[in-house]
Protein backbone atom coordinates (compact mmCIF):
# COMPACT_ATOMS: atom_id res chain seq x y z
CA UNK A 1 0.00 0.00 0.00
CA UNK A 2 1.19 3.29 -0.75
CA UNK A 3 2.54 5.87 1.80
CA UNK A 4 3.12 8.55 -0.40
CA UNK A 5 0.90 11.12 1.06
CA UNK A 6 1.57 10.20 4.96
CA UNK A 7 3.98 13.53 5.26
CA UNK A 8 1.08 15.46 3.65
CA UNK A 9 -1.84 17.61 5.66
CA UNK A 10 -5.12 15.80 4.80
CA UNK A 11 -8.11 18.03 3.72
CA UNK A 12 -10.91 18.77 5.73
CA UNK A 13 -12.91 16.35 3.61
CA UNK A 14 -10.85 13.95 4.09
CA UNK A 15 -10.89 13.96 8.00
CA UNK A 16 -15.39 14.32 7.78
CA UNK A 17 -15.04 10.94 5.70
CA UNK A 18 -12.67 9.54 8.72
CA UNK A 19 -15.77 10.50 10.85
CA UNK A 20 -17.80 7.87 8.35
CA UNK A 21 -15.51 5.10 8.49
CA UNK A 22 -14.84 5.10 12.16
CA UNK A 23 -18.82 4.89 12.45
CA UNK A 24 -18.85 2.52 9.47
CA UNK A 25 -16.33 0.21 11.28
CA UNK A 26 -18.12 0.52 14.89
CA UNK A 27 -21.68 -0.96 13.15
CA UNK A 28 -19.23 -3.91 11.46
CA UNK A 29 -18.01 -4.75 15.13
CA UNK A 30 -21.28 -4.42 16.84
CA UNK A 31 -22.42 -7.29 13.78
CA UNK A 32 -19.65 -9.14 14.83
CA UNK A 33 -17.60 -8.29 11.22
CA UNK A 34 -13.80 -9.57 11.83
CA UNK A 35 -12.22 -8.29 8.67
CA UNK A 36 -13.31 -6.26 5.99
CA UNK A 37 -12.22 -5.30 2.67
CA UNK A 38 -11.41 -1.66 1.21
CA UNK A 39 -14.50 -2.91 -1.14
CA UNK A 40 -16.92 -3.58 2.11
CA UNK A 41 -16.12 -0.35 3.59
CA UNK A 42 -16.76 1.30 0.61
CA UNK A 43 -19.87 -0.20 0.04
CA UNK A 44 -21.28 0.52 3.20
CA UNK A 45 -20.12 4.08 3.42
CA UNK A 46 -20.67 5.59 0.10
CA UNK A 47 -17.19 6.12 -0.42
CA UNK A 48 -15.13 4.75 -3.57
CA UNK A 49 -12.58 2.20 -2.41
CA UNK A 50 -9.75 4.25 -3.81
CA UNK A 51 -10.70 7.10 -2.09
CA UNK A 52 -10.75 5.25 0.97
CA UNK A 53 -7.51 3.80 1.03
CA UNK A 54 -6.09 7.40 -0.03
CA UNK A 55 -7.70 8.85 2.80
CA UNK A 56 -5.78 5.98 5.13
CA UNK A 57 -2.99 6.81 3.52
CA UNK A 58 -2.28 9.99 5.26
CA UNK A 59 -2.17 8.22 8.02
CA UNK A 60 0.19 5.13 7.49
CA UNK A 61 -0.48 1.39 6.42
CA UNK A 62 -3.15 0.02 7.22
CA UNK A 63 -4.16 -3.65 6.88
CA UNK A 64 -2.45 -7.22 4.54
CA UNK A 65 -2.83 -6.91 1.07
CA UNK A 66 -5.15 -9.59 -0.53
CA UNK A 67 -6.80 -10.36 3.50
CA UNK A 68 -7.91 -6.71 4.13
CA UNK A 69 -8.59 -4.39 7.03
CA UNK A 70 -9.26 -5.81 10.95
CA UNK A 71 -12.01 -4.00 11.86
CA UNK A 72 -11.38 -3.63 15.58
CA UNK A 73 -7.82 -2.56 14.97
CA UNK A 74 -8.68 -0.28 11.97
CA UNK A 75 -11.15 1.07 14.37
CA UNK A 76 -9.19 2.06 17.47
CA UNK A 77 -6.40 3.19 15.40
CA UNK A 78 -8.63 6.15 13.54
CA UNK A 79 -10.54 6.84 16.89
CA UNK A 80 -6.81 7.32 18.08
CA UNK A 81 -5.93 9.82 14.61
CA UNK A 82 -9.24 11.37 15.58
CA UNK A 83 -8.46 11.95 19.02
CA UNK A 84 -11.01 9.48 20.67
CA UNK A 85 -9.49 7.77 22.59
CA UNK A 86 -10.05 10.58 25.88
CA UNK A 87 -12.99 11.88 26.79
CA UNK A 88 -13.80 15.78 25.59
CA UNK A 89 -15.62 18.55 27.68
CA UNK A 90 -17.94 20.51 25.81
CA UNK A 91 -19.44 23.68 27.04
CA UNK A 92 -23.25 24.82 25.22
CA UNK A 93 -24.01 28.48 25.10
CA UNK A 94 -27.76 29.09 24.06
CA UNK A 95 -30.51 27.63 26.29
CA UNK A 96 -33.09 27.89 24.08
CA UNK A 97 -34.95 25.07 21.98
CA UNK A 98 -32.15 24.19 20.74
CA UNK A 99 -29.76 24.18 23.29
CA UNK A 100 -32.21 22.17 25.05
CA UNK A 101 -32.01 19.39 22.25
CA UNK A 102 -28.43 19.43 22.07
CA UNK A 103 -28.25 19.04 25.74
CA UNK A 104 -30.52 16.17 25.43
CA UNK A 105 -28.80 14.69 22.17
CA UNK A 106 -27.72 10.85 23.19
CA UNK A 107 -25.27 10.52 20.84
CA UNK A 108 -22.83 12.87 22.30
CA UNK A 109 -22.20 11.65 25.33
CA UNK A 110 -22.10 7.97 24.36
CA UNK A 111 -19.33 9.21 21.66
CA UNK A 112 -17.16 10.54 24.09
CA UNK A 113 -18.70 14.38 24.65
CA UNK A 114 -20.12 15.32 27.70
CA UNK A 115 -21.87 18.87 27.95
CA UNK A 116 -20.26 20.04 31.47
CA UNK A 117 -21.98 23.65 31.46
CA UNK A 118 -24.93 25.27 29.81
CA UNK A 119 -24.93 29.01 29.54
CA UNK A 120 -27.19 31.84 28.06
CA UNK A 121 -27.47 35.76 28.74
CA UNK A 122 -31.51 35.83 29.19
CA UNK A 123 -31.62 36.50 33.02
CA UNK A 124 -34.93 34.25 32.64
CA UNK A 125 -33.07 31.11 31.96
CA UNK A 126 -29.89 31.96 34.31
CA UNK A 127 -30.75 29.42 37.44
CA UNK A 128 -33.20 27.29 35.23
CA UNK A 129 -32.34 23.48 34.66
CA UNK A 130 -31.61 21.57 31.32
CA UNK A 131 -31.05 18.27 32.64
CA UNK A 132 -28.92 17.96 35.69
CA UNK A 133 -27.14 20.99 34.54
CA UNK A 134 -28.19 24.67 36.14
CA UNK A 135 -28.15 27.84 32.59
CA UNK A 136 -25.16 30.10 33.90
CA UNK A 137 -25.06 33.67 33.29
CA UNK A 138 -22.53 33.83 30.10
CA UNK A 139 -20.14 36.83 31.52
CA UNK A 140 -19.16 34.39 33.92
CA UNK A 141 -18.37 31.63 31.09
CA UNK A 142 -14.12 32.09 31.46
CA UNK A 143 -13.91 31.94 34.85
CA UNK A 144 -16.21 28.85 35.33
CA UNK A 145 -14.38 27.37 32.23
CA UNK A 146 -10.81 27.87 34.53
CA UNK A 147 -12.39 25.05 36.47
CA UNK A 148 -14.02 22.94 34.08
CA UNK A 149 -10.85 23.13 31.70
CA UNK A 150 -13.36 22.33 28.50
CA UNK A 151 -12.03 22.55 24.76
CA UNK A 152 -14.79 22.38 22.90
CA UNK A 153 -17.95 24.93 22.73
CA UNK A 154 -21.33 24.25 20.99
CA UNK A 155 -23.40 27.93 20.06
CA UNK A 156 -27.02 27.56 19.71
CA UNK A 157 -27.90 31.05 20.19
CA UNK A 158 -29.25 33.85 17.50
CA UNK A 159 -27.57 34.90 14.65
CA UNK A 160 -26.88 38.51 15.87
CA UNK A 161 -25.22 37.01 19.29
CA UNK A 162 -22.36 34.32 17.36
CA UNK A 163 -19.65 36.45 17.11
CA UNK A 164 -19.95 37.55 20.75
CA UNK A 165 -20.45 34.56 22.48
CA UNK A 166 -17.68 33.13 20.27
CA UNK A 167 -14.98 35.45 21.30
CA UNK A 168 -16.34 34.82 24.82
CA UNK A 169 -15.14 30.98 24.07
CA UNK A 170 -12.37 31.64 22.92
CA UNK A 171 -11.55 33.85 25.72
CA UNK A 172 -12.17 30.91 28.32
CA UNK A 173 -9.66 28.73 26.66
CA UNK A 174 -11.80 26.73 23.96
CA UNK A 175 -10.13 25.88 21.19
CA UNK A 176 -12.82 24.01 18.66
CA UNK A 177 -16.11 25.25 18.32
CA UNK A 178 -19.43 23.81 16.24
CA UNK A 179 -21.30 26.81 15.50
CA UNK A 180 -25.25 26.41 14.47
CA UNK A 181 -26.00 30.09 13.83
CA UNK A 182 -26.67 31.33 10.81
CA UNK A 183 -23.86 33.29 10.80
CA UNK A 184 -19.60 32.63 9.89
CA UNK A 185 -17.92 34.21 13.02
CA UNK A 186 -14.04 34.85 12.80
CA UNK A 187 -11.75 33.47 15.37
CA UNK A 188 -7.84 34.01 15.53
CA UNK A 189 -5.71 31.59 13.88
CA UNK A 190 -5.23 28.21 16.03
CA UNK A 191 -9.09 28.52 16.80
CA UNK A 192 -11.05 25.93 14.63
CA UNK A 193 -15.03 26.66 13.85
CA UNK A 194 -17.47 24.50 12.09
CA UNK A 195 -20.77 25.82 10.76
CA UNK A 196 -23.12 23.17 10.94
CA UNK A 197 -25.74 24.13 7.57
CA UNK A 198 -28.86 22.35 8.10
CA UNK A 199 -30.19 24.03 5.19
CA UNK A 200 -27.55 22.32 3.10
CA UNK A 201 -28.94 18.84 4.32
CA UNK A 202 -32.58 19.91 2.57
CA UNK A 203 -30.33 20.68 -0.99
CA UNK A 204 -28.90 17.34 -0.90
CA UNK A 205 -31.97 16.03 -0.64
CA UNK A 206 -33.90 18.60 -3.42
CA UNK A 207 -31.32 16.71 -5.88
CA UNK A 208 -32.23 13.73 -5.36
CA UNK A 209 -36.01 14.63 -5.39
CA UNK A 210 -35.26 15.50 -9.13
CA UNK A 211 -33.14 13.16 -10.05
CA UNK B 1 -12.89 21.11 -19.90
CA UNK B 2 -13.61 17.33 -20.09
CA UNK B 3 -16.84 16.27 -20.29
CA UNK B 4 -16.09 12.63 -19.75
CA UNK B 5 -18.26 12.65 -16.50
CA UNK B 6 -21.48 14.05 -18.18
CA UNK B 7 -22.75 10.57 -18.25
CA UNK B 8 -22.20 9.20 -15.24
CA UNK B 9 -23.94 8.88 -11.85
CA UNK B 10 -22.57 11.95 -9.28
CA UNK B 11 -21.74 10.10 -6.13
CA UNK B 12 -23.42 11.27 -2.83
CA UNK B 13 -20.18 13.54 -1.54
CA UNK B 14 -20.33 15.30 -5.15
CA UNK B 15 -23.85 16.35 -4.45
CA UNK B 16 -22.82 17.66 -1.14
CA UNK B 17 -19.92 19.57 -2.33
CA UNK B 18 -22.42 21.00 -5.26
CA UNK B 19 -24.43 22.85 -1.97
CA UNK B 20 -21.16 24.13 -1.07
CA UNK B 21 -20.18 25.88 -4.18
CA UNK B 22 -24.05 27.39 -4.44
CA UNK B 23 -23.33 28.93 -0.67
CA UNK B 24 -19.39 30.27 -1.80
CA UNK B 25 -21.00 31.31 -5.08
CA UNK B 26 -23.74 32.93 -3.57
CA UNK B 27 -21.48 35.02 -1.01
CA UNK B 28 -19.40 35.96 -4.24
CA UNK B 29 -22.04 37.87 -5.66
CA UNK B 30 -23.34 39.65 -2.22
CA UNK B 31 -19.95 40.70 -2.24
CA UNK B 32 -20.32 41.69 -6.22
CA UNK B 33 -17.56 39.49 -7.46
CA UNK B 34 -18.50 38.72 -10.64
CA UNK B 35 -16.18 36.36 -11.74
CA UNK B 36 -14.53 33.32 -10.30
CA UNK B 37 -11.66 30.63 -11.28
CA UNK B 38 -11.92 27.07 -9.33
CA UNK B 39 -8.65 28.20 -7.47
CA UNK B 40 -11.05 30.94 -5.98
CA UNK B 41 -13.41 28.60 -5.50
CA UNK B 42 -11.28 26.09 -3.94
CA UNK B 43 -9.40 29.03 -1.54
CA UNK B 44 -13.05 29.48 0.02
CA UNK B 45 -14.82 26.06 -0.01
CA UNK B 46 -11.35 24.00 0.83
CA UNK B 47 -11.94 21.70 -1.57
CA UNK B 48 -9.33 21.36 -4.32
CA UNK B 49 -9.26 22.80 -7.34
CA UNK B 50 -9.41 19.80 -9.52
CA UNK B 51 -12.12 18.28 -7.30
CA UNK B 52 -13.93 20.89 -8.23
CA UNK B 53 -14.00 20.94 -11.85
CA UNK B 54 -13.83 17.31 -11.72
CA UNK B 55 -17.97 17.60 -9.92
CA UNK B 56 -18.94 20.29 -12.06
CA UNK B 57 -17.80 17.67 -15.44
CA UNK B 58 -20.55 15.81 -14.10
CA UNK B 59 -22.93 17.97 -15.75
CA UNK B 60 -21.85 19.46 -18.70
CA UNK B 61 -19.44 22.35 -19.53
CA UNK B 62 -18.71 25.60 -17.68
CA UNK B 63 -16.75 28.83 -17.64
CA UNK B 64 -14.41 29.89 -20.28
CA UNK B 65 -10.97 28.64 -20.14
CA UNK B 66 -8.71 31.56 -19.34
CA UNK B 67 -11.50 33.36 -18.31
CA UNK B 68 -12.89 30.92 -15.06
CA UNK B 69 -16.85 31.30 -14.45
CA UNK B 70 -19.37 33.89 -14.64
CA UNK B 71 -20.39 34.28 -10.51
CA UNK B 72 -24.39 34.08 -11.00
CA UNK B 73 -24.53 31.91 -14.09
CA UNK B 74 -22.69 29.03 -12.05
CA UNK B 75 -24.56 29.87 -9.58
CA UNK B 76 -28.31 29.89 -11.49
CA UNK B 77 -26.79 26.54 -13.64
CA UNK B 78 -26.26 24.60 -10.44
CA UNK B 79 -29.02 26.00 -8.11
CA UNK B 80 -31.00 24.38 -11.60
CA UNK B 81 -28.82 20.75 -11.15
CA UNK B 82 -29.97 20.90 -7.38
CA UNK B 83 -33.70 21.62 -8.04
CA UNK B 84 -33.37 24.64 -6.44
CA UNK B 85 -35.22 26.89 -8.87
CA UNK B 86 -38.34 26.10 -7.18
CA UNK B 87 -39.74 26.10 -3.59
CA UNK B 88 -40.29 22.64 -2.10
CA UNK B 89 -42.79 22.30 1.03
CA UNK B 90 -41.18 20.51 4.37
CA UNK B 91 -43.38 18.41 6.89
CA UNK B 92 -42.01 18.55 10.22
CA UNK B 93 -42.57 15.70 12.31
CA UNK B 94 -41.60 16.22 16.69
CA UNK B 95 -42.86 18.81 18.40
CA UNK B 96 -40.14 18.56 21.22
CA UNK B 97 -36.96 21.30 21.66
CA UNK B 98 -35.65 19.83 18.26
CA UNK B 99 -38.88 20.07 16.07
CA UNK B 100 -39.23 23.66 17.87
CA UNK B 101 -35.61 25.22 16.94
CA UNK B 102 -35.92 23.69 13.08
CA UNK B 103 -39.34 24.89 12.76
CA UNK B 104 -37.58 28.63 13.45
CA UNK B 105 -34.63 28.07 11.84
CA UNK B 106 -34.32 31.06 9.40
CA UNK B 107 -32.07 29.54 7.16
CA UNK B 108 -34.60 26.62 5.63
CA UNK B 109 -37.39 29.27 4.73
CA UNK B 110 -34.80 31.82 3.29
CA UNK B 111 -33.76 29.03 1.34
CA UNK B 112 -36.38 28.18 -0.70
CA UNK B 113 -37.59 25.47 2.05
CA UNK B 114 -40.98 25.90 4.03
CA UNK B 115 -42.49 23.92 6.72
CA UNK B 116 -45.96 23.90 6.06
CA UNK B 117 -46.93 21.49 8.82
CA UNK B 118 -46.36 19.85 12.24
CA UNK B 119 -47.40 16.77 13.71
CA UNK B 120 -46.51 14.97 17.11
CA UNK B 121 -48.05 11.78 18.64
CA UNK B 122 -48.12 13.97 22.30
CA UNK B 123 -51.43 15.06 22.75
CA UNK B 124 -49.97 17.69 25.39
CA UNK B 125 -48.67 18.93 22.36
CA UNK B 126 -51.29 18.67 19.71
CA UNK B 127 -53.27 21.69 19.06
CA UNK B 128 -50.66 24.07 20.33
CA UNK B 129 -48.78 26.47 18.54
CA UNK B 130 -44.92 26.72 17.00
CA UNK B 131 -44.81 29.92 15.39
CA UNK B 132 -47.93 29.89 13.01
CA UNK B 133 -48.60 26.22 12.71
CA UNK B 134 -50.86 24.63 15.21
CA UNK B 135 -49.11 21.33 15.57
CA UNK B 136 -51.30 18.19 14.30
CA UNK B 137 -52.00 15.03 15.28
CA UNK B 138 -49.21 12.80 13.73
CA UNK B 139 -52.12 10.07 12.57
CA UNK B 140 -53.53 12.92 10.09
CA UNK B 141 -50.38 13.28 8.47
CA UNK B 142 -51.06 11.11 5.14
CA UNK B 143 -54.47 12.65 4.56
CA UNK B 144 -53.44 16.36 5.47
CA UNK B 145 -50.75 15.90 3.22
CA UNK B 146 -53.07 14.95 0.11
CA UNK B 147 -53.76 18.64 0.04
CA UNK B 148 -50.80 20.07 1.45
CA UNK B 149 -48.60 17.74 -1.07
CA UNK B 150 -45.03 18.64 0.58
CA UNK B 151 -42.66 16.09 -0.59
CA UNK B 152 -39.67 16.55 1.96
CA UNK B 153 -40.33 15.40 5.55
CA UNK B 154 -38.14 16.48 8.80
CA UNK B 155 -37.84 13.32 11.38
CA UNK B 156 -36.95 15.09 15.24
CA UNK B 157 -38.66 12.35 17.56
CA UNK B 158 -37.04 9.90 19.61
CA UNK B 159 -34.89 6.76 18.47
CA UNK B 160 -37.83 4.35 18.98
CA UNK B 161 -40.04 6.69 16.98
CA UNK B 162 -38.36 7.16 13.82
CA UNK B 163 -39.09 4.01 11.79
CA UNK B 164 -42.87 4.76 12.71
CA UNK B 165 -42.84 8.55 11.52
CA UNK B 166 -40.69 7.83 8.45
CA UNK B 167 -43.49 5.06 7.53
CA UNK B 168 -46.08 7.65 7.78
CA UNK B 169 -44.59 10.37 6.16
CA UNK B 170 -43.91 7.64 3.13
CA UNK B 171 -47.51 6.72 3.10
CA UNK B 172 -47.96 10.33 3.24
CA UNK B 173 -45.87 10.77 0.08
CA UNK B 174 -43.15 12.17 1.38
CA UNK B 175 -40.62 11.27 -1.16
CA UNK B 176 -37.12 12.54 0.96
CA UNK B 177 -36.33 12.42 4.18
CA UNK B 178 -34.04 14.48 6.77
CA UNK B 179 -33.82 12.19 9.82
CA UNK B 180 -32.46 13.85 13.39
CA UNK B 181 -33.35 10.69 14.79
CA UNK B 182 -29.92 8.87 15.76
CA UNK B 183 -31.55 5.79 14.60
CA UNK B 184 -31.67 4.63 10.15
CA UNK B 185 -34.47 4.25 9.62
CA UNK B 186 -35.33 1.45 6.31
CA UNK B 187 -36.97 2.36 3.23
CA UNK B 188 -38.36 1.11 -0.02
CA UNK B 189 -36.32 2.20 -3.00
CA UNK B 190 -37.41 5.45 -4.40
CA UNK B 191 -37.29 7.09 -1.35
CA UNK B 192 -34.33 9.23 -0.08
CA UNK B 193 -33.12 9.67 3.56
CA UNK B 194 -29.97 11.41 4.92
CA UNK B 195 -29.48 10.63 8.57
CA UNK B 196 -27.84 14.10 10.05
CA UNK B 197 -24.76 12.67 12.76
CA UNK B 198 -23.95 15.81 14.86
CA UNK B 199 -21.81 13.69 16.78
CA UNK B 200 -19.28 13.64 13.76
CA UNK B 201 -19.23 17.06 13.87
CA UNK B 202 -17.80 17.32 16.84
CA UNK B 203 -15.63 14.33 15.68
CA UNK B 204 -13.78 16.41 12.98
CA UNK B 205 -13.44 19.22 15.72
CA UNK B 206 -11.35 16.59 17.94
CA UNK B 207 -9.15 16.08 15.44
CA UNK B 208 -7.80 19.42 14.66
CA UNK B 209 -7.67 19.64 18.76
CA UNK B 210 -4.32 17.24 18.40
CA UNK B 211 -3.38 18.08 15.63
Redesign the interface.
Known amino acids: MSNRNARLQP ?3 T ?2 R ?3 Y ?2 CLRAMKKEGILTASSADIAAAT ?3 AAQFRKDLSYFGEFGTPGRGYDVEQLQAHLAN ?4 REK ?1 R ?1 LLVGA ?3 G ?3 A ?5 K ?2 G ?1 EIVAVFDNDPHKIGTKIGDLEVMDVDTLPKVNATLNA ?2 GIVAVP ?1 AAAQAVVDRLVAGGV ?4 NFA ?1 ATPQVRSGI ?1 V ?1 N ?15 H
Open positions: SKPIELSTIKGVNIMGLHVGNLSALGYPGFERFDIAKAILPVRVDLTSELEVLSYYLQ
